[in-house]
C-alpha cells in the first residue's frame, strides 16, 4: 500500500534515538489508556505497536527496551487500578508473562527482518561476482539519471562483454568459465571509484555507471579498468580480452532503458569491428575532443 510504503520510507531515514523516542511515546499512550480503561479491559495487545515499532527499525536491543517498559507500564496500572489480586506476586506473573509473549514477539520480528534483508540483498545481487544484479543496477541508473537530470550533470555508462567466453566453457568448462567471471568482477570493483555501479546484467556481459563523469572522465577511469582487466586475465593464464562500449551523457534526459541500449549497441559494434577494444562516444553538448558525439573513439582493451 502505497501509505504504508511511504511510512516506511520515513521511518528508514529516522536515527535510533528518535525511533527509540517514538516507540516509548507509543508505549506511554498505551499505558495510559490502559490506566483510563481499567483492569476490567484488557489493553496488552495495543503494546505490541511499539514494541514491533522499536524492533523493526531500531534493532534487538530497542525492542527488548521498550518490551520491558512496556510490562512496567502494564504493572503499575494495575497497582494503580487497586484490584484486589489473591497474591501480591499475581501481578508480577502476568507482567513477566507478558514480557516472555513479547520477548518472543520481537525475537521473531527480527528473524523475519534479517530474512528479508538477505533476500533483498540476494535479489539484488550477482551471487558469482559480488556485484549488482540486473534488476538492481537498472533501478540505480533509473534513480542516477534523475538526479544527472536535476542538477544537469554528466553521466556515463558503459557495458562490457568478454570476447570468445563461450569457447571457455566449451573447452575448460563451466567451473572455470565461473572463475573467469569472477575475477572479471574483482577487476572491476577494483578499478572503480566508490560512488561507481557495476553490475553483471547476465552471461559474460557487465554494465558500469560512472555518476559525474563525462568523456575524459570515463576514459581514465575505463583506461584504468582496462589495466587491471588485463593484469587479472594474465594472472590467470587465460588469454581473454574484452569489448567495452563507453556512453557519456552529457545532458542526461534518456530513459534507463534507451541508455543502455546505446552502450549495449556501441559494445556491439567494437566486436564488429574485431573485438578487444574500448569505444567511446559523448551524447549531448559540445564534442570533447578525443571524441565526438556522432561517432566513436577505439582504444585497446
Known amino acids: 500500500m502505497p501509505i504504508l510504503a511511504s511510512a516506511d520510507r520515513r521511518l528508514r531515514r529516522l536515527e535510533d534515538p528518535r525511533i527509540i523516542a517514538l516507540s516509548l511515546l507509543g508505549a506511554l499512550l498505551v499505558g495510559v489508556a490502559d490506566y483510563l480503561t481499567g483492569y476490567e479491559i484488557s489493553m496488552s495487545l495495543f503494546y505490541l505497536g511499539p514494541v514491533a515499532l522499536a524492533t523493526w527499525y531500531g534493532g534487538r536491543r530497542a525492542g527488548i527496551g521498550i518490551a520491558s517498559i512496556s ?7 494495575q497497582l494503580a487500578s487497586g484490584f484486589p489480586y489473591s497474591h501480591p506476586l499475581i501481578p508480577v506473573w502476568n507482567a513477566l508473562i507478558r514480557f516472555g509473549f513479547f520477548f518472543v514477539t520481537s525475537s521473531l520480528l527480527i528473524a523475519l527482518r534479517g530474512s528479508l534483508v538477505e533476500q533483498r540483498h540476494l535479489a539484488r545481487t550477482d551471487v558469482l561476482t559480488g ?38 566453457n566449451d573447452s575448460l568448462g ?3 568459465g565461473d572463475r573467469l567471471l569472477r575475477t572479471t568482477g574483482q577487476a572491476v570493483k577494483k578499478a572503480l ?3 561507481d555501479i557495476a553490475a553483471r546484467l547476465g552471461g559474460d556481459e557487465f554494465a558500469l555507471l560512472l555518476p559525474g563523469s563525462n568523456g575524459h572522465g570515463a576514459q581514465r577511469i575505463v583506461e584504468h579498468l582496462g589495466r587491471e ?16 562500449g563507453v556512453v557519456s551523457f552529457l545532458e542526461p534526459g534518456v530513459s534507463a ?18 573485438k578487444a577494444a574500448v569505444a567511446f562516444r559523448v551524447v549531448g553538448g559540445a564534442p570533447l575532443q578525443g571524441l565526438r558525439d556522432d561517432g566513436a573513439s577505439t582504444g585497446g582493451a
Not at 141 to 157: F, G, K, V
Not at 229 to 244: D, M, N, V
Not at 257 to 274: F, H, I, N, P, S
Request: aromatic letters at 8%; hydrophobic letters at 45%.
Open 174 to 176: 563451466h567451473a572455470e
Open 71 to 77: 510490562c512496567v507500564l502494564w504493572y503499575g496500572t
Open 131 to 168: 556485484l549488482c544484479s540486473r534488476r538492481a543496477f537498472e533501478d540505480r541508473l533509473d534513480h542516477e539519471l534523475a538526479m544527472a537530470q536535476r542538477r544537469s550533470t554528466p553521466l556515463t555508462l558503459a557495458y562490457l562483454d568478454l570476447d570468445d567466453f563461450k569457447a571457455v
Open 229 to 244: 582487466l588485463r593484469e587479472a586475465f594474465s594472472a590467470s593464464a587465460l588469454e581473454i580480452t574484452c569489448s567495452i
Open 193 to 195: 571509484r566508490k560512488t
Open 257 to 274: 532503458t534507451d541508455a543502455l541500449a546505446a552502450a549495449d549497441a556501441l559494445m556491439y559494434e567494437v566486436k564488429r569491428q574485431g
